[in-house]
């Protein structure tokens, strides 16, 4: 019988799993390399669509202590992990790192430790820095040039129009429309102070509509500070179909399920 993908990923979604990298793994605190590794596994905790790394307890030149509050009472135990297991102090000279990893009740990760990356003041794969999180090797981003004339409006003012979109397919993610800046009417916009970052696309930048309020709030976003693999999206601007009207020579585009969704 066969399988659609994107519902068997949906079901191993609350699974607990992991895959063994052959990039050599590295995090760094107080200006000291504390985790080196050539044996890391990226792990998929149970519930959640973003993998962290694991590294064998050997590879780790801190020193376990407990961490503060699991299980004494003043919060509950394991609650920022989504499974059975022990948190842990990464104690190293001129650091502490609190809750930095997490040791799962799993056979099949019997000796490693998962690692929280926001704990570091640094985490590498070889030689490149992981933004964010890191990355799932099982997860694309596809850029592809488009054809068909698109139009960007929000209840009626045209926020921009291209002929030449770029379209962005990225894993169990809506598919987004990038238009290069020249076409976007930036009359009709003023920068945010919102940010985000994506571990396979860069750090954005986000606009509002002038005089919009909350609907016009944060609607489109660019990639000013691309990362390597996604070069080719800087400075496009793209703008969230759930909340414009995007429309075609002869169509309105559906609407995307949930605004929520990453840019």
């Given at each position: 019988?066969?399988?659609?993908m994107s519902e068997e990923m949906r079901r191993l979604h609350g699974l607990l799993r992991f895959?063994?990298?052959?990039?050599?793994?590295?995090?760094?605190?107080?200006?000291?390399?504390?985790?080196?590794?050539?044996?890391?596994?990226?792990?998929?905790?149970?519930?959640?669509?973003?993998?962290?790394?694991?590294?064998?307890?050997?590879?780790?030149?801190?020193?376990?202590?407990?961490?503060?509050?699991?299980?004494?009472?003043?919060?509950?135990?394991?609650?920022?992990?989504?499974?059975?297991?022990?948190?842990?102090?990464?104690?190293?000279?001129?650091?502490?790192?609190?809750?930095?990893?997490?040791?799962?009740?799993?056979?099949?990760?019997?000796?490693?430790?998962?690692?929280?990356?926001?704990?570091?003041?640094?985490?590498?794969?070889?030689?490149?820095?992981?933004?964010?999180?890191?990355?799932?090797?099982?997860?694309?981003?596809?850029?592809?040039?488009?054809?068909?004339?698109?139009?960007?409006?929000?209840?009626?003012?045209?926020?921009?129009?291209?002929?030449?979109?770029?379209?962005?397919?990225e894993t169990m993610l809506p598919v987004r429309t990038y238009l290069p800046r020249s076409d976007?009417?930036?009359?009709?916009?003023?920068?945010?102070?919102?940010?985000?970052?994506?571990?396979?696309?860069?750090r954005a930048s986000y606009w509002s509509v002038r005089g919009a309020g909350t609907r016009g709030?944060?609607?489109?976003?660019?990639?000013?500070?691309?990362?390597?693999?996604?070069?080719?999206?800087?400075?496009?601007?793209?703008?969230?179909?759930?909340?414009?009207?995007?429309?075609?020579?002869?169509?309105?585009?559906?609407?995307?399920?949930?605004?929520?969704?990453?840019?």
């Amino acid at each position: 019988m066969a399988l659609k993908m994107s519902e068997e990923m949906r079901r191993l979604h609350g699974l607990l799993r992991f895959e063994p990298t052959a990039k050599r793994i590295r995090a760094d605190a107080a200006g000291r390399t504390v985790v080196d590794s050539r044996r890391a596994v990226l792990v998929w905790e149970a519930g959640r669509p973003a993998p962290v790394y694991a590294v064998p307890e050997a590879d780790i030149a801190a020193k376990l202590g407990p961490a503060p509050g699991t299980g004494d009472g003043r919060r509950p135990a394991f609650a920022r992990h989504h499974g059975p297991g022990q948190e842990y102090t990464l104690r190293a000279p001129g650091a502490e790192l609190p809750h930095a990893a997490f040791r799962p009740a799993d056979q099949d990760l019997s000796g490693y430790l998962l690692l929280d990356s926001n704990a570091f003041e640094r985490l590498r794969e070889d030689e490149q820095d992981v933004e964010g999180h890191p990355r799932d090797p099982f997860h694309r981003v596809d850029a592809r040039p488009g054809s068909q004339p698109v139009r960007v409006e929000l209840d009626g003012l045209v926020l921009a129009e291209s002929a030449s979109p770029v379209l962005v397919h990225e894993t169990m993610l809506p598919v987004r429309t990038y238009l290069p800046r020249s076409d976007v009417d930036f009359t009709l916009l003023e920068p945010s102070e919102r940010t985000s970052v994506c571990p396979y696309k860069g750090r954005a930048s986000y606009w509002s509509v002038r005089g919009a309020g909350t609907r016009g709030r944060d609607i489109a976003w660019s990639y000013e500070h691309t990362l390597p693999d996604s070069a080719h999206l800087k400075d496009l601007i793209a703008f969230y179909d759930e909340r414009t009207q995007i429309r075609t020579e002869d169509s309105q585009l559906p609407p995307h399920a949930t605004a929520s969704a990453l840019a």
